[in-house]
Nanobody, 125 residues
């Protein structure tokens, strides 16, 4: 079981920005696909952004495309989710996950068995 820890959540005003960090404990993201998911109360967990093992393929949910960016640092131990122009609809608990999913499940919760505990993002004025 891989250990992941998310950080960087908080309260931000509409139009603001946040950067979430997912830290790998005891392994390197270089060997795994990584994805960010979010879940709002009463809603299903949805894929926000995902990145292939090589890092060359990145996909985004339509609702965040152009506003969110997933990236990996050079050490291979941190993955980021840069979130810009946030709206109240982005309010949710955000989770990172790592695994070796299929191409079809790279942005799907079913593709991942290793999850962090999540970090809360609240967008409100």
């Amino acid at each position: 079981q891989l250990q992941l820890v998310e950080s960087g959540g908080g309260l931000v005003r509409p139009g603001g920005s946040l950067t979430l960090t997912c830290t790998a404990l005891g392994f390197w993201f270089d060997n795994y696909a990584v994805a960010w998911f979010r879940q709002a109360p009463g809603m299903e967990r949805e894929g926000v952004a995902c990145m292939s093992v090589s890092g060359n393929t990145k996909r985004y949910a339509g609702s965040v495309n152009g506003r969110f960016t997933i990236s990996r640092d050079g050490s291979g131990t941190k993955v980021y989710l840069q979130m810009n122009n946030l709206t109240p609809e982005d309010t949710a608990r955000y989770y990172c996950a790592a695994d070796i999913p299929t191409v079809q499940t790279m942005c799907e919760p079913s593709g991942y068995d290793n999850w962090g505990q999540g970090t809360q993002v609240t967008v409100s004025s």
